[in-house]
């Protein structure tokens, strides 16, 4: 068990996190979510120890190991797979098919294998440094947007993985049906504080609505009493008659404190401009081609007519052609055989995975904002930047400052700038947080024009499309249909088939597997036995903190020897139960440890 204890931080004078506790029980996988900029990724840093806590304490048991995925990229060896095998235990270094076996379920096939690290995407880098990870198999599993450029197949593949682990998991994600599907308990980070329940997301935000709607009721009614006790005070201060029921109010309202107003949290602004547009289709695809080299089409003879009300969803496996069908539909390439014919009327917003780099980081957001639109009024751009979280002196930012979330806000911001009646958007909520996500879908719900999107949330798939393109099996087709229909259509299995098949164990490492199911057999029984015991433990640590805090009352209103000493007894009592069960749970750790060690 991981326990955080009254932990505060901040940065140039900012506070991020204020005075906030929880534990990290055995077995628990918990989501982390909060606003982008909340303090998620500072809190992984805390944990891990690259950062300082400006107050209390992270409790961290000996011997236990953490894993973090860092979207740092720094690798060594000339393979691939030598490379992945490096996150193997000691123990374990030559079980390289264990090594495949994550690797293939993360998207490589079986002849990147052997090529250099060097020569992959960053998204594939990012995938080999999660693969190292998982094969470390730490006690407690840090993931901070493990998803991002990954492909649906992987993503699915993941999601199994992880809720097989016995161990402990932090996860940080914008896909929130990922995070759903994965996870036992929620922890957000709201208004600085940590609030963690058992259950999903929308348990989670549901109960945070509910709390913060009690509280507001409860802060107007308090406010109400305290003027109409205000205003009697004032009202009979000077009656001599009524001194004593004024003096009565003056301690009330002393006594009653003072309930804050909740301040607004910041929430993106999605709602793009629209144009309208009376044809039917703003854009024509006729027998589409392209290549970058003539041995590798991408795309083959490819037709479609988008009409005006179109949510299409382009989906398959990264590497295929996705972001390159959006730039031929953008006009930024030129097709090698076919036309891409937009309509005179057609206004396009395109986001683009290379949007970024293509911001002047000279310039502060409002400047960037404004180039857009220089006819804009400048008090109308700042509303622009306020509705993608750039308020205030955030507008002032330069861009070379911004964080890849931040910058993604910005080249959303362009877009909403100018009225458009077809988006072309290319996995847009990569950065964005999960209250962001959902802010994205409504305005995509609201959008009278078309939509085409490559995307990798299901959640996306599933509430949006009504017609995909689909990049599967070295082809590129056109599925008239919703994403539920494609799934009992045709589905993935066929790519999954294609991957690389898990190599059949020889007889040792059969002997192994065996071994293994009886280790891992222990282990959970183990972690069981831990598990019930921390549960009692903060039971009791409960149970002690009421009775310390009774027996407080008592010596302050001076209560009798008898009371006083049952109080005292109480009290011990729960501790000596809480030093017991330390005692035991010490016991079952070490225990644990040795298993660890012995670990086939």
């Not at 009697?232 to 404190?257: D, H, P, W």
């Not at 009327?345 to 639109?373: A, H, K, W």
Request: net charge negative.
């Amino acid at each position: 068990m991981i326990q955080i204890n009254d932990l505060s931080l901040g940065f140039g004078g900012q506070e991020v996190l204020d005075d906030i506790s929880f534990n990290i029980h055995s077995g628990e996988r918990i989501g982390l979510v909060g606003r982008n900029g909340s303090g998620k990724t500072s809190l992984f840093k805390l944990i891990t120890g690259e950062l300082k806590t400006d107050e209390g304490r992270i409790f961290i048991p000996k011997n236990y190991t953490i894993g973090y995925l860092k979207q740092h990229l720094h690798f060594t060896e000339p393979s691939v797979l030598l490379e992945a095998c490096l996150g193997l235990q000691e123990e374990e270094k030559d079980q390289i098919w264990k090594a495949e076996k994550i690797l293939t379920g993360l998207g490589f096939t079986d002849e990147e294998f052997e090529k250099s690290p060097a020569l992959f995407s960053g998204g594939f880098q990012v995938r080999l440094n999660l693969a190292k990870v998982l094969l470390a198999e730490p006690h407690l599993l840090l993931l901070d947007e493990p998803t991002n450029y990954m492909d649906i197949i992987s993503i699915r593949w993941l999601a199994k993985f992880l809720k097989q682990r016995d161990n402990e998991l932090m996860i940080i994600t914008h896909d929130r049906d990922f995070m759903n599907s994965v996870t036992t308990h929620t922890l957000a980070i709201h208004r600085k504080k940590i609030k963690k329940i058992e259950g999903d997301t929308t348990k989670l935000f549901e109960q945070i609505a509910v709390e913060e709607e009690v509280y507001e009721k409860t802060r107007q009614k308090d406010e109400k009493i305290r003027k109409e006790t205000t205003d009697f005070i004032n009202r009979f201060r000077s009656s001599a008659a009524r001194a004593t029921l004024v003096q009565s109010r003056v301690k009330s309202l002393e006594k009653m404190g003072k309930k804050e107003e909740l301040g607004r949290i910041a929430e993106l602004g999605f709602k793009f401009n629209s144009l309208v547009f009376e044809a039917q289709s703003p854009l024509r695809v006729e027998n589409l081609s392209f290549g970058y080299t003539p041995d590798r089409i991408l795309i083959q003879g490819l037709t479609i007519d988008i009409d005006k009300k179109d949510r299409i969803c382009v989906i398959g496996k990264n590497g295929k052609g996705k972001s390159t069908l959006l730039r031929l539909l953008a006009g930024e390439l030129e097709p090698q055989t076919g036309t891409v014919k937009r309509h005179p009327i057609c206004s396009m917003g395109y986001f683009g995975q290379t949007n970024i780099e293509r911001l002047n980081p000279e310039n502060s957001v409002d400047q960037e904002l404004g180039m857009v639109r220089p006819d804009m009024n400048y008090s109308d751009i700042r509303k622009v930047c306020g509705a993608m979280m750039f308020s205030g002196d955030a507008a002032l930012k330069k861009v070379s400052v911004l964080s890849g979330g931040e910058k993604s806000r910005v080249s959303l911001g362009k877009i909403l700038l100018n009225p458009t009646n077809l988006l072309l958007l290319d996995e847009p909520t990569n950065h964005l947080d999960i209250e962001s996500c959902d802010s994205m879908i409504v305005a995509l719900d609201e959008f009278p024009g078309a939509v085409v999107i490559v995307t990798h949330s299901e959640m996306f798939l599933h509430h949006l499309a009504n017609r995909l393109i689909i990049f599967n099996e070295d082809k590129v087709f056109v599925f008239e249909g919703s994403y539920q229909e494609f799934l009992d259509k045709i589905g993935w299995e066929p790519e999954i088939k294609k991957t690389k098949k898990e190599k059949k164990p020889e007889k040792n490492e059969q002997d192994m597997e065996a071994l293994t199911a009886v280790y891992n057999k222990q282990r959970k029984a183990l972690l069981g036995k831990i598990e019930k015991i921390e549960k009692d433990i903060d039971q009791t640590e409960t149970l002690l903190e009421a009775a310390n805090m009774e027996l407080a009352q008592a010596y302050e209103k001076k209560a009798a020897g008898p009371k006083l000493q049952e109080l005292q007894s109480k009290s011990g009592e729960y501790q000596a139960l809480i030093d017991g069960k330390d005692l035991e749970l010490e016991k079952l750790i070490a225990e644990l440890d040795v298993l660890d060690k012995k670990k086939p």
